[in-house]
C-alpha cells in the first residue's frame, strides 16, 4: 500500500512538474500573438458587419469567386495639404481545405489635396483571380498599378456587371463613418508585414507558404478571421 502510495505521489510531481515547465512557454506564446491574434478578431468582425448589412453587403456570388480576401480594419487617413493612409491588416485564401491559416499585411500610401484632418476606415479587398492573388504573394504591390482595382459592387442583388468589375483582379470596398460602399481604391502599397509574420510562425515563413502553398498550421488565437470566411463562402478552388 505505501508503496502504490509512493508511486501515486512521484506520478502526481511529474505531471506537476510538466505543467510549471510548459505554462511559461504557452503564455510567453500568447503574449506574443495576442496583437495579431486582436488584428485577426478585427478583420473577421469588419467582414461580419459588412456580410450582415443586406443593402451594402459584399454579393454572395462576388464573395463566392474570390480566390483571397484581405480586411484592413482601422486605417488611419491623415493630412494637412499632403494625406496618408497607413494600416494593417490580415489575409486568407482559398485551399482545398478550405480557407488558409492568416498573412499579415501592412498598408500605406499618400496622396497630394487640399485636405486637413483624419478619419478611421476599414478597407476590404477581394482578390478575384491569379494575377490578383500573385501580386498579393510579391514583396509588395501597388494598388492599381501593378494589379488592376475596381469598386466592388454592393447590396444582395448586385453583380459585377461591367467590364471593369469582370476583368478587375481586386475589388475593393471601404467603410468609413459606419457606412459600407464600393471604392476604388488606388495608390496604396500592401507589402507582408514581417514582425506579425515572425510572431505568428516563425522566422522567413514567406505570405506564399501562408496563403498558397499551406506549409504552416495557424494557432487557434489567430484563426478568427479564416474562421468568418469559412462562414459566408465554402467554395474550394
Known amino acids: 500500500m505505501q508503496k502504490k502510495i509512493f508511486l501515486h505521489f512521484i506520478s502526481l ?3 506537476l512538474l510538466m505543467l510549471t515547465t510548459s505554462l511559461p512557454a504557452q503564455d510567453k506564446m500568447d503574449h506574443k500573438t495576442k496583437d495579431e491574434m486582436k488584428q485577426s478578431e478585427k ?3 469588419v467582414l461580419q458587419e459588412i456580410m450582415g448589412a443586406p443593402d451594402r453587403q459584399i454579393p454572395q456570388d462576388i464573395l463566392d469567386r474570390a480566390e483571397c480576401v484581405a480586411v484592413f480594419p482601422s486605417v488611419i487617413q491623415a493630412g494637412l495639404i499632403v494625406g496618408g493612409r497607413g494600416g494593417r491588416g490580415v489575409a486568407s485564401c482559398r485551399t482545398a481545405g478550405g480557407w488558409s491559416a492568416p498573412a499579415f499585411f501592412t498598408l500605406g500610401g499618400g496622396s497630394v489635396g487640399l ?3 483624419a478619419q478611421s476606415t476599414d478597407f476590404i479587398m477581394l482578390f478575384m483571380n491569379q494575377n490578383g492573388l500573385n ?3 510579391s514583396d509588395k504591390f501597388e494598388v492599381g498599378a501593378d494589379a488592376s482595382v475596381a469598386a466592388g459592387p454592393v447590396g444582395r442583388k448586385a453583380s459585377a456587371s461591367t467590364d471593369a468589375k469582370l476583368n478587375a483582379e481586386i475589388l475593393s470596398y471601404s467603410r468609413s463613418k459606419g457606412l459600407f460602399a464600393g471604392l476604388e481604391l488606388k495608390g496604396v502599397v500592401i507589402k507582408p508585414d514581417k514582425d506579425d509574420m515572425r510572431d505568428v510562425y516563425g522566422t522567413g515563413v514567406t505570405a506564399k507558404a501562408v496563403l498558397q502553398e499551406n506549409k504552416v498550421t495557424a ?3 489567430v ?8 462562414h459566408y463562402s465554402t467554395r474550394r478552388p
Open 13 to 15: 510531481c511529474a505531471v
Open 223 to 230: 484563426r478568427a478571421f479564416p474562421e468568418a470566411l469559412a
Open 115 to 117: 485636405q486637413i484632418g
Open 135 to 137: 501580386s498579393l504573394l
Open 43 to 45: 478583420a473577421a468582425r
Open 219 to 221: 494557432p487557434a488565437s
